[in-house]
Every structure is written in structure tokens, then in C-alpha cells.
């Protein structure tokens, strides 16, 4: 099960952190992935952390502003984002898949239900 939780309101510039809360899929074999969906648009990949809790790939547009991380007892990750813009506006998600780091939706299995990200003045 994997549960998402942090979105919300924020004005541009401000900063949110999300959390992906995952059971049923250990941390030292699953990769972590987060993705966005803007309203009409398709699923965008944001970033992976890979098994040894690292970024494995962060999508050029939040390069530098989002950074993922994984807590010690392996078993939450999180997207810290900073410097938000209106174009970040979106359903954000978080997905897992074995071992290896993949950009692309269609690549994972296992999703979580999202959190909603607004950036809005």
C-alpha cells in the first residue's frame, strides 16, 4: 500500500514536503518514484530514489528545487519541494517497481491514491 499526504495550497515561491508512506513493498528491493498529472495532461515522472535510498533521476523542471529522500527505518519517502511555481500545479503520486529506477508510468504496477498540489497566488 503505498499512501501519499502533504499537498496543498501554496502561494509561488512557497514550499511543501510530501510523503509517500509505503507497506507491503520493502524498501531494499522496491524503488520509489514519484510522479505529477496536470489537469489534461499526462503523467510526468518527478523523480526515483533508488535501493540504496539515493536520486537516481529528478526531471529537469524541478531540477534543483525538488529533492526526494527515504527515512532511516526505510519505510517513508519524501519529495521536499522548494521554490514552487504555478506550472507545478498538480496530482501528485508516488509509485513502485523492483529494483530498478524507471521514467516512465507505464513502467510501474503499483500506485498510491495522489495528494493534490496547487501553486496559486
Known amino acids: 500500500q503505498l499512501v501519499e499526504s502533504g499537498g496543498g495550497l501554496v502561494q509561488p515561491g512557497g514550499s511543501l514536503r510530501l510523503s509517500c508512506e509505503v507497506s507491503g513493498f520493502p524498501l531494499d528491493y522496491f524503488v520509489v518514484a514519484w510522479f505529477r498529472q496536470a489537469p489534461g495532461k499526462g503523467r510526468e515522472g518527478v523523480s526515483c530514489t533508488d535501493l540504496s535510498g539515493h536520486n537516481r533521476w529528478t526531471a529537469d523542471s524541478v531540477k534543483g528545487r525538488f529533492t526526494a529522500s527515504r527515512d532511516l527505518a526505510k519505510t517513508t519517502v519524501y519529495l521536499q519541494m522548494n521554490s514552487l511555481k504555478p506550472e507545478d500545479t498538480g496530482h501528485y503520486y508516488c509509485?513502485?517497481?523492483?529494483?530498478?529506477?524507471?521514467?516512465?508510468?507505464?513502467?510501474?504496477?503499483?500506485w498510491g491514491q495522489g495528494t493534490q498540489v496547487t501553486v496559486s497566488s
Open positions: 509509485a513502485v517497481r523492483p529494483e530498478i529506477c524507471a521514467e516512465v508510468a507505464v513502467a510501474y504496477d503499483d
